[in-house]
T-cell receptor, first 112, second 112 residues
Framework: DGGITQSPKYLFRKEGQNVTLSCEQN?????MYWYRQDPGQGLRLIYY???????QKGDIAEGYSVSREKKESFPLTVTSAQKNPTAFYLC???????????FGQGTRLTVV | QKEVEQNSGPLSVPEGAIASLNCTYS??????FFWYRQYSGKSPELIMS????GDKEDGRFTAQLNKASQYVSLLIRDSQPSDSATYLC????????????FGTGTKLQVIP
């Protein structure tokens, strides 16, 4: 079945650590996105990528980094510079022609 | 002005009634419009997409688009308790990078 897989589902980070969230899709979609959602809030765009080896900052990119070395994969690293990383992280993908976004199951990150 | 605006709610409707959810957007050149449903703790799932002015119906759901007024709405007929969720409006704006922008969502409560 085609879809988007995010892992892990739950992640705990100690203060000062970098952590990487995985996102893999087999939909052959060109564009991929990372969103952050805080309790009771909407989705805020962190980074997005339209093609391999190219990505753009979203509205809240500070403290995050991404790479897009393969079409299928768009990992997100939450660095120690992100002071308030506890949130629900969602990865999505779309066809580049402006079609609907499909989401992974999400990763819930907690700082301990 | 936010790019995509929604009333956060909660919107409470009795079971069997029509629920009306509204969304406005700022970019007049926006091309594609979507409604997503998100249950608590889960990722968003696509309900409807609409690309041209007018109404689009799918079962109990009707999406309405008015580009002149920069307004998109979602009607849910015969509302059921299982429709209780947060509904997110999403817009793809014009430009080389077709970024998907989400509203903050409207929480719907269907009261049995």
């Amino acid at each position: 079945d085609g879809g988007i897989t995010q892992s892990p589902k739950y992640l705990f980070r100690k203060e000062g650590q970098n952590v990487t969230l995985s996102c893999e899709q087999n939909l052959n979609h060109d564009a991929m996105y990372w969103y952050r959602q805080d309790p009771g809030q909407g989705l805020r765009l962190i980074y997005y990528s339209q093609i391999v080896n190219d990505f753009q900052k979203g509205d809240i990119a500070e403290g995050y980094s991404v790479s897009r070395e393969k079409k299928e994969s768009f990992p997100l690293t939450v660095t120690s510079a992100q002071k308030n990383p506890t949130a629900f992280y969602l990865c999505a993908s779309t066809q580049i022609a402006g079609a609907e976004a499909f989401f992974g199951q999400g990763t819930r990150l907690t700082v301990v | 002005q936010k790019e995509v605006e929604q009333n956060s709610g909660p919107l409470s409707v009795p079971e069997g009634a029509i629920a009306s959810l509204n969304c406005t957007y700022s970019d007049r050149g926006s091309q594609s419009f979507f409604w997503y449903r998100q249950y608590s703790g889960k990722s968003p799932e696509l309900i409807m997409s609409i690309y041209s002015n007018g109404d689009k119906e799918d079962g109990r759901f009707t999406a309405q688009l008015n580009k002149a007024s920069q307004y998109v709405s979602l009607l849910i007929r015969d509302s059921q308790p299982s429709d209780s969720a947060t509904y997110l409006c999403a817009v793809i704006q014009r430009g080389g990078y077709q970024k998907v922008t989400f509203g903050t969502g409207t929480k719907l409560q269907v009261i049995p």
